[in-house]
């Protein structure tokens, strides 16, 4: 277990080299403010998806990654750590040697250490990220006593279950150590990859992923047009209203409190990203970050650095999927959600859509 006695900042869902340049941290104005708050820590946690490698474009993924990542390392020097943990969008860094330790049948534990040689690119990721030591976790990490954090992507096989209701059914309860959760197909195409890949053979698991990565990149390409029909706003807004309110609060966030009570982690904060939700905010109603009331940990969500048109809403109101979330760990204090993007104009933000 880490200690908690030196200043971290968490993010997630960074996305770098997203196919419609959403990934706002390549934008001058946003790297500035990440790298400043990243050269006040002293650890720095990249908590999954900080690559976009679902696109299938793994070469133009790390060009746009590289530079963002090596000031980041510079930002903290030689005495700063950066603990990299794998998400759904970028789970090839670390899906080699997890197929490995599956097929040996050897068991994963809540956070796994692994080599930075796990997979090229992976140790390709660590390099960018000197002078700074750099240190893999997988599917979580402790960062100090009772805090756990992870990607949150094991929330999506029991989303299912969460949104009918039936979380607490005995036929819903199978799942309870991680390579269950590992080998269990997520709510999305994501999650469905990541677990075709692990099982088949290198050869036809990266064929797979090229193929849908094709497939992927082909949808997106279709937003900017769909953005421009007539009525497209209110249609965002209704679906902004169905992910926070059915989606979100009913099934993803009760199905990560789900999933630290199967894997009994003794947490009292758990720290995650994926959903791309900041919070709790001020504003958000009591309970939703600790579904399981008292007996439960309480959730921080770190947000995203992926501009949303369909999700953010518009200014003037409180937006939770606006990009530029983390999390600060400071002292042993509780977890502080920041909004380090706020000041800045959504012009500035906003990629090709």
Same mark, same amino acid.
């Given at each position: 277990?880490?200690?908690?006695?030196?200043?971290?900042?968490?993010?997630?869902?960074?996305?770098?080299?997203?196919?419609?340049?959403?990934?706002?941290?390549?934008?001058?104005?946003?790297?500035?403010?990440?790298?400043?708050?990243?050269?006040?820590?002293?650890?720095?946690?990249?908590?999954?998806?900080?690559?976009?490698?679902?696109?299938?474009?793994?070469?133009? #993924?790390?060009?746009?990654?590289?530079? /963002?990542?090596?000031? &980041? *390392?510079? !930002? $903290? +020097? %030689?005495?700063?750590?950066?603990?990299?943990?794998?998400?759904?969008?970028?789970?090839?860094?670390?899906?080699?040697?997890?197929?490995?330790?599956?097929?040996?049948?050897?068991?994963?534990?809540?956070?796994?250490?692994?080599?930075?040689?796990?997979?090229?690119?992976?140790?390709?990721?660590?390099?960018?990220?000197?002078?700074?030591?750099?240190?893999?976790?997988?599917?979580?990490?402790?960062?100090?006593?009772?805090?756990?954090?992870?990607?949150?992507?094991?929330?999506?096989?029991?989303?299912?279950?969460?949104?009918?209701?039936?979380?607490?059914?005995?036929?819903?309860?199978?799942?309870?150590?991680?390579?269950?959760?590992?080998?269990?197909?997520?709510?999305?195409?994501?999650?469905?990859?990541?677990?075709? #890949?692990?099982?088949?053979?290198?050869? /036809?698991?990266?064929? &797979? *992923?090229? !193929? $849908? +990565? %094709?497939?992927?990149?082909?949808?997106?390409?279709?937003?900017?047009?769909?953005?421009?029909?007539?009525?497209?706003?209110?249609?965002?807004?209704?679906?902004?209203?169905?992910?926070?309110?059915?989606?979100?609060?009913?099934?993803?966030?009760?199905?990560?409190?789900?999933?630290?009570?199967?894997?009994?982690?003794?947490?009292?904060?758990?720290?995650?990203?994926?959903?791309?939700?900041?919070?709790?905010?001020?504003?958000?109603?009591?309970?939703?970050?600790?579904?399981?009331?008292?007996?439960?940990?309480?959730?921080?969500?770190?947000?995203?650095?992926?501009?949303?048109?369909?999700?953010?809403?518009?200014?003037?109101?409180?937006?939770?999927?606006?990009?530029?979330?983390?999390?600060?760990?400071?002292?042993? #204090?509780?977890?502080?959600?920041?909004?380090?993007?706020?000041?800045?104009?959504?012009?500035?933000?906003?990629?090709?859509?």
């Amino acid at each position: 277990m880490l200690t908690d006695a030196v200043r971290t900042l968490v993010i997630s869902d960074l996305h770098l080299g997203s196919f419609l340049e959403r990934d706002v941290a390549r934008r001058p104005a946003a790297l500035a403010i990440l790298e400043d708050a990243v050269a006040s820590a002293d650890r720095l946690v990249l908590l999954g998806d900080t690559l976009e490698l679902l696109e299938g474009r793994p070469q133009r #993924a790390a060009a746009a990654a590289r530079p /963002v990542l090596r000031r &980041l *390392g510079a !930002a $903290l +020097g %030689s005495g700063g750590e950066v603990v990299v943990v794998a998400g759904n969008h970028d789970h090839a860094l670390v899906r080699p040697w997890l197929a490995a330790r599956l097929a040996a049948g050897r068991p994963l534990r809540p956070a796994t250490q692994l080599p930075r040689s796990a997979s090229p690119a992976l140790a390709e990721l660590a390099g960018w990220l000197a002078p700074a030591r750099v240190e893999v976790r997988y599917p979580g990490v402790w960062l100090g006593d009772g805090v756990y954090a992870t990607h949150g992507h094991y929330s999506d096989r029991l989303l299912g279950a969460a949104l009918r209701g039936r979380l607490g059914d005995p036929a819903t309860a199978g799942r309870a150590r991680v390579e269950d959760f590992e080998r269990a197909p997520g709510a999305d195409a994501g999650g469905l990859e990541e677990t075709l #890949a692990t099982i088949l053979p290198d050869g /036809v698991g990266d064929g &797979l *992923g090229e !193929a $849908l +990565g %094709s497939a992927r990149r082909t949808l997106l390409g279709g937003v900017p047009l769909l953005a421009s029909l007539p009525g497209a706003r209110g249609v965002a807004a209704a679906a902004a209203l169905v992910m926070e309110q059915g989606v979100h609060r009913r099934g993803s966030i009760p199905a990560m409190a789900e999933v630290v009570r199967r894997l009994r982690l003794p947490a009292e904060h758990v720290l995650f990203g994926h959903i791309h939700r900041r919070g709790p905010l001020a504003e958000d109603p009591e309970g939703v970050w600790q579904p399981l009331g008292d007996a439960g940990p309480r959730l921080h969500n770190s947000g995203s650095w992926v501009w949303d048109s369909a999700l953010i809403g518009p200014a003037g109101r409180v937006r939770p999927y606006r990009p530029g979330g983390a999390i600060l760990l400071d002292g042993g #204090a509780p977890p502080e959600v920041l909004d380090l993007l706020s000041g800045v104009p959504d012009r500035v933000l906003r990629g090709r859509i």
